[in-house]
């Protein structure tokens, strides 16, 4: 059974950082493209950052420079170090690992952690 498992989130004052890490269990996730995404309140969940297989990296706009994802293939993780951090990123952060299976793909899920950038 795959679980994805989010840690690191809280309470940061803004300009402050915070690192999130995600554990992988249950199967092998080397292959997968892996990410972070967030929902704020009232909005929709949007993509974060995105890692491939290979170490390629993609952020959106509003955090580039900020913030940096990396993957540990051999202990399934993968983590979002978040830096200059503002009120605006406050938000649920999940965890994704996107699969490709032939013409299909599939997407699993963590639960969520609350980053909250306040004074």
């Known amino acids: 059974q795959v679980q994805l498992v989010e840690s690191g989130g809280g309470l940061v004052q803004p300009g402050g950082s915070l690192r999130l890490s995600c554990a992988a269990s249950g199967d092998d996730f080397s292959s997968d493209q892996m990410g972070w995404y967030r929902q704020a309140a009232g909005k929709q969940r949007e993509l974060v950052a995105q890692i491939d297989s290979g170490g390629r990296t993609w952020l959106e706009s509003d955090v580039k420079g900020r913030f940096t994802i990396s993957r540990d293939n051999a202990k399934n993780t993968v983590s979002l170090q978040m830096y200059s951090l503002k009120p605006e990123d406050t938000a649920v952060y999940y965890c994704?690992?996107?699969?490709?299976?032939?013409?299909?793909?599939?997407?699993?899920w963590g639960q969520g952690t609350q980053v909250t950038v306040s004074s």
């Open positions: 994704n690992v996107w699969r490709v299976i032939g013409s299909s793909n599939i997407n699993f």
